[in-house]
């Protein structure tokens, strides 16, 4: 479950999707951003100005929905079973898959383990499913008041650290 959020398990309704169920209380930040500045080819710094916070009362089920739909978990695992195809192809042989998936796991564990204590965390987007289903119930009326950034309690810390 996100990690930032109020932890209460009460049966409220979700502001997501309107159903009546446990869930979390997740937050939120907003602000103005300034258009990117390009420092070299692969760097842009943006000026941001926080604006506030907000919160939303989201059910467990939009925060797993939020999870499972969200890219990076299936890049992860979708990047070595198409390396795995593709050199089973160019090679004719199947003995590769243990040790691609392997290695790749192998990789994955490091990663994560090196982000644990960072705040550049490997699973921003497990830790921050609740918030960025919170994002999505106020922005719209944000945007109409001028705001145009929004990030999450651990893209919150990630933009901290790097000052």
Known sequence: MDNNTQHTRQER???????TGPGDMAYFWYGRASRPRAIDVFTKVYTVQVKGSRSAWICTRCTRRSM???????LLLGIPLFVYFGLSIQFGHSALLGTVLGYSLLLYAVLYLASMGSSHHLLEFWFGAGSR?????HKKALKKQGYNAFWTPGENEKMRSNR
């Open 13 to 19: 309704t979700c502001e997501k999707c309107g159903k």
């Open 68 to 74: 499972i739909f969200h890219l990076q978990p299936w």
């Open 133 to 137: 289903q919170a994002i999505k119930v």
